[in-house]
């Protein structure tokens, strides 16, 4: 590794990703997932091409238009024009063999993009893929990662305050719904995910594309939300329960899922298996008779993106490690009645973990 690369923050992950390179025999790594690219290098580009040696240099590839960003952000890293890359002649510069040559990608590439890799290849280059090696390194955060991740959480919270208090009777779930989203591009950069509203019977169907229904200031209301800020997601779900409107059958089913995310959070912890923390919540609610309406798994890591690893579902086989960042949100959805689904992220820590959503449940 280059001493100028060794100083830069991205340098750890990038190390560790070549000790799997090595592991598995990789040789070479082309990374072409634009998330991906900018964990291991800090660089945010749409046309990138990031080539990893398991025993040298990476260098990063782009066009024209994103060069002299790319020699901002990362000057520490190699930058080329991306329409000169031929993994033949890179891998013949760096000093690989051409003949046994293991080539890593990403099995999400977009299929022109592989078949040109090929193409460019040498003949009997074989391809393995990486996609899943490097979520694996993305799904444990950097102290930096988690200070913006936290500072997203934050200002959900303080969006979600500031929506809830201009919700009014008669306002329409779109209507709130784009009340959210323009709290989200004045404050921060926009949604995460297409804000979810759901008025009363509708939050029964899990992803709810808000429509015209009226909410009238009696019926519940169920709101997934997430802002992004500085390229890191939020996501949480919170109920509007109106003290007079809501049915005891809604109440009923509203504590069940609150007991299920406070056991799960309870339980959250380095060395669990996803699986076993799904369990968790999910016990709960089948005490409760109500494990058959819940049909998701209970949470998703987030980071530059909104669904990321690890996933803490019932046959994940994921083991939770400190540094994760992941949503807990049980939910239970009778069709035609009720919806109720509650959600935080949470950090992963020593000991326990950190609820990074504060807003009231």
């Known amino acids: 590794m280059k001493k100028a690369e060794n100083a830069a923050p991205c340098a750890p992950r990038l190390e560790q990703f070549r000790k799997t390179l090595k592991k598995r025999r990789i040789d070479i790594a082309i990374v072409r997932d634009q998330a991906n690219v900018r964990a291991l290098t800090g660089i945010d580009c749409d046309n990138a091409l990031l080539a990893v040696c398991a025993?040298?240099?990476a260098v990063f590839h782009t066009d024209f238009r994103y060069i002299p960003m790319a020699h901002r952000v990362a000057p520490w890293l190699e930058t080329r024009d991306?329409?000169?890359?031929?993994?033949?002649?890179?891998a013949k510069a760096a000093g690989i063999r051409a003949k046994g040559l293991r080539a890593g990608y990403e099995s999400n590439m977009k299929v022109s993009q592989f078949e040109e890799l090929k193409k460019k290849g040498p003949a009997n280059a074989k391809y393995v893929d990486i996609y899943k090696d490097v979520l694996g390194i993305r799904a444990v955060k950097t102290e930096e990662e988690i200070e913006?991740?936290?500072?997203?959480?934050?200002l959900n919270d303080e969006i979600w305050k500031t929506a809830r208090a201009s919700f009014k009777p008669g306002m329409t779930e779109k209507d709130m719904a784009r009340a959210i989203r323009h709290l989200m591009i004045d404050r921060g950069d926009g949604e995460a995910f297409d804000t979810i509203v759901c008025v009363g019977k509708n939050a029964a169907e899990c992803h709810h594309v808000p429509d015209d229904t009226v909410w009238d200031g009696k019926e519940p209301v169920l709101v997934d939300m997430g802002v992004k800020l500085d390229g890191y997601c939020s996501d949480m779900t919170r109920n509007i329960?109106?003290?007079?409107?809501?049915?005891?059958k809604y109440r009923e089913v509203y504590e069940a899922v609150l007991a299920a995310n406070l056991a799960a959070i309870a339980a959250a912890r380095p060395g669990i298996g996803a699986s076993a923390l799904d369990k968790v919540a999910r016990d709960v609610l089948a005490k409760r008779g109500l494990g058959k309406a819940f049909g998701?798994?209970?949470?998703?890591?987030?980071g530059l993106e909104i669904h990321e690893a690890p996933v803490v579902a019932q046959k994940s086989k994921a083991v939770l490690a400190e540094g994760m960042v992941h949503s807990i949100e049980p939910g239970v959805y009778l069709e035609g009645e009720l919806?109720?689904?509650i959600e935080d992220l949470v950090l992963i820590c020593k000991d326990g973990c950190r609820v990074l959503s504060h807003s009231e449940k």
């Open 339 to 341: 919806g109720v689904r």
């Open 296 to 302: 998701h798994s209970l949470g998703h890591g987030v």
């Open 241 to 248: 329960v109106p003290r007079k409107g809501a049915s005891a």
């Open 82 to 90: 991306i329409k000169k890359f031929e993994l033949r002649a890179f």
């Open 55 to 57: 025993d040298g240099a």
């Open 148 to 154: 913006k991740l936290a500072a997203a959480a934050k």
